[in-house]
Every structure is written in structure tokens, then in C-alpha cells.
């Protein structure tokens, strides 16, 4: 674990809250005959056995050329997780489609070109090379990520209100916590480690168990932070770190003075800006062999200064809105997920399949 940690007494101010992610769906029942290239049906549309390949094969990250591969009953199971996955995803495509909220050409092209900014073409088609995706890959991955924006922001963002009696309720309740002794970074992270656990700890029930998988699916979740997608959702549903997966992967603020202590991870992260994320670490260190058990991507939200904040003050304008809003979000986004997975008919072909093999 590297020398700065996470405070599990933190104060409401030094941890944000981040947006949930669709939980794990409960499995419907199947029907007696069915394609056998179609691995799940929702509400009548398929799910084709190449789409849960390809996931699969994502799931499995980088590192193809490694003897050490998934047995029979872990590839079942990580292809149980990425099915789960894509059945999630199209309950919430499907809800989109009908609110005709699903991502324009315009959108996804827009998006595209924002994220060729920083790269040349060869640059941009060597990125993609080396994350194994197609541009039509990524157009599909941009298209889902913004249709589901458009679907919260209109579902659960525009119905939640606070009010400058909330912030003012708030401050006045916390108002000790708002003043800073020194420089603080308000950091979130994702997780991969070698290290053994009785629980993955994330939605998915996500785990590594050597230091091979453990850099495979670090470097698959970094290909999708490229790609767009959302750090607070691929933390909840893939970090291995219980402490801050449940919260997106949100660490609270982390005193400078602690951070020194690892400099190579203390450099990586006041490179950033916030909103930034950095590349893969090396990391946490085991305190028994003092090298690295794992891997760490950590993503910068705020730098804070020193000293009292005055309500104000628009960080604490904005971050008592946001800690307010996000927690409002929060309960709205569990029972509306929870709605929409009941009212979804869901064929888990695949899951009958592995339990009618295992089940002796």
C-alpha cells in the first residue's frame, strides 16, 4: 500500500460522493429453446455469443501472451461478470431508445474530436492499436457513455434540488471541517492487487489473483477511462479496494504532508489538473516484501489550499451543492435502476448454461 492511505474517519467535506452504477441484475428465467449464438435476450433483443467474446476478451485486459490463463470455472465466472455487464447496459440503452435520449452522430463525433486534441492521426490510430479497438469500437463505447449521460441528466439530475438553505443548514452543521491546515488533494482511485481477499469488494465481484491479472485488468480499465467512460463507475464495479470502490473510488482530501511519502505517485498526481487521471502505478507496496502488490490509476478532483473556507467562498459553494446533490442523486439512482430491472424481461441463457454443467 503506498505511504499515504485513505481516512476512514474523514469528515462529510473531505469525501465526496460519486454516482452509482447500474448493480448486478437478477437472472430471469429461460426459455427451452433459443439460438445457441444468443447468449441473453432483453426484452426480446439479443445478446449474440461474439459480443460476450469480445467482452471477455476486454475483461482480460492486455498480456494475451502469458501462459497463465483463466481455468474453466474462472473464465466462466469472469464471462457471468461480463454478461451481467452488457445486460445492464442494454436495459439502460433500451431506456434511452425510448425516451429518444440515445447519442446523435453529431454527439459522438463531437466527443471524438475532442479527444484527438492532444494527438496526432498516427499518434491517435496507435492509441487504439495498442488498446486492440477499432474507431468503430470507440464510436460505440463514445455513444453508450453519452447516452446514459443524456439519461441521467434527465431521469435523475433535473429532479434533484438544493436550495441556499440546504448549503447554509450544511455549513453552519460542518463548518469546523472547512478549515484546512495545509494543502489537501481530493483524490479517487481504481485498484488492481495480487493480494489475496475473501471479497473482490466492487459491484462486479471483480478479483485478481496474481500480479498477471491484476496488471491485465488494470491496463483494461485504463483503456476504458481513454475511451470515456466514467471513473466513478468503472471504480465502483472494478476497484479491488472495499474502502473506496463503494464511493467511486473517492479518497476524500489527502494532506500533502502524507503524499510525500511516495514520491513517485506524489509527483504523477501534482502533474495533474483537476478532472485528470494518471497513467498506471505500480502499486500499493506490500508491507511484507516492500514491492508492489498491485497497480493504481488515480484521478485528481480538487487541490486545495490552506486555511478557513468562508461559506462563500465558491469552493464551498460548490462542493456542499455537490455533496448535497450527489447524495440525493444517489438514492434516486438506486430506485430507478431498481425499476427498471424489474420491469425489464431478462433471458440469462448463458447462466442456465453453466449452472445445468455445474450443477451435480
Known amino acids: 500500500m503506498h505511504s499515504f492511505s485513505t481516512r476512514t474517519t474523514a469528515t462529510p467535506y473531505q469525501w465526496a460522493l460519486s454516482?452509482?452504477?447500474?448493480?448486478?441484475?437478477?437472472?430471469?428465467g429461460c426459455k427451452p429453446a433459443h439460438n445457441a449464438d444468443v447468449v441473453a435476450t432483453i426484452n426480446g433483443h439479443a445478446i449474440m455469443r461474439a459480443d460476450l467474446d469480445k467482452a471477455y476478451t476486454t475483461?482480460?485486459?492486455?498480456?494475451?501472451?502469458?501462459?497463465?490463463?483463466?481455468?474453466?470455472?474462472?473464465?466462466d465466472s469472469l464471462r457471468l461478470n461480463a454478461l451481467r455487464e452488457l445486460i445492464d447496459e442494454e436495459i439502460v440503452q433500451q431506456r434511452a431508445a425510448k425516451m429518444n435520449l440515445s447519442a446523435?452522430?453529431?454527439?459522438?463525433?463531437a466527443k471524438l474530436a475532442g479527444m484527438k486534441i492532444p494527438f496526432t492521426e498516427e499518434q491517435f490510430a496507435q492509441r487504439l492499436h495498442d488498446n486492440k479497438q477499432t474507431i468503430d469500437d470507440l464510436r460505440r463505447s463514445i455513444r453508450r457513455a453519452l447516452t446514459i449521460e443524456k439519461l441521467l441528466n434527465k431521469e435523475i439530475n433535473s429532479k434533484v434540488t438544493v436550495t441556499d438553505a440546504d448549503v447554509s443548514t450544511y455549513y453552519n452543521a460542518h463548518k469546523a471541517e472547512f478549515n484546512l491546515t495545509e494543502t489537501q488533494y481530493h483524490l479517487a482511485q481504481i485498484q488492481t492487487t495480487s493480494q489475496p481477499a475473501a471479497q473482490a469488494g466492487n459491484l462486479q465481484g471483480s478479483k485478481a489473483t496474481n500480479d498477471d491479472e491484476a496488471h491485465k485488468k488494470i491496463q483494461a480499465l485504463k483503456n476504458r477511462l481513454d475511451s470515456g467512460e466514467d471513473f466513478g463507475t468503472i471504480a465502483m464495479n472494478f476497484s479491488e479496494r472495499p474502502e473506496t470502490a463503494s464511493s467511486g473510488g473517492d479518497m476524500g482530501l489527502i494532506p500533502?504532508?502524507?503524499?510525500?511519502?511516495?514520491?513517485?505517485?506524489?509527483?504523477?498526481i501534482t502533474k495533474l489538473k483537476a478532472g485528470e487521471i494518471t497513467d498506471i502505478i505500480a502499486g500499493p507496496i506490500d508491507p511484507t516484501t516492500h514491492k508492489p502488490a498491485g497497480y493504481t490509476i488515480y484521478?485528481?478532483?480538487?487541490?486545495?489550499?490552506?486555511?478557513?473556507?468562508?461559506?462563500?467562498?465558491?469552493?464551498?459553494?460548490?462542493?456542499?451543492?455537490?455533496?448535497?446533490?450527489?447524495?440525493r442523486a444517489q438514492l434516486l439512482k438506486n430506485a430507478y435502476f431498481e425499476m427498471l430491472r424489474d420491469q425489464a424481461k431478462v433471458e440469462n441463457f448463458f447462466a442456465e448454461q453453466v449452472f445445468k454443467n455445474d450443477a451435480h
Not at 500533502?256 to 504523477?268: F, H, Q, V
Open 299 to 327: 484521478k485528481l478532483v480538487t487541490r486545495e489550499p490552506a486555511g478557513q473556507r468562508d461559506q462563500n467562498d465558491p469552493r464551498v459553494q460548490q462542493f456542499i451543492r455537490q455533496q448535497l446533490h450527489d447524495g
Open 256 to 268: 500533502e504532508s502524507s503524499m510525500r511519502g511516495d514520491p513517485t505517485t506524489y509527483a504523477a
Open 104 to 109: 446523435t452522430n453529431e454527439e459522438v463525433d
Open 19 to 28: 454516482f452509482a452504477v447500474v448493480p448486478a441484475l437478477l437472472l430471469a
Open 59 to 75: 475483461a482480460l485486459g492486455d498480456g494475451s501472451q502469458t501462459p497463465q490463463q483463466p481455468s474453466g470455472e474462472q473464465a
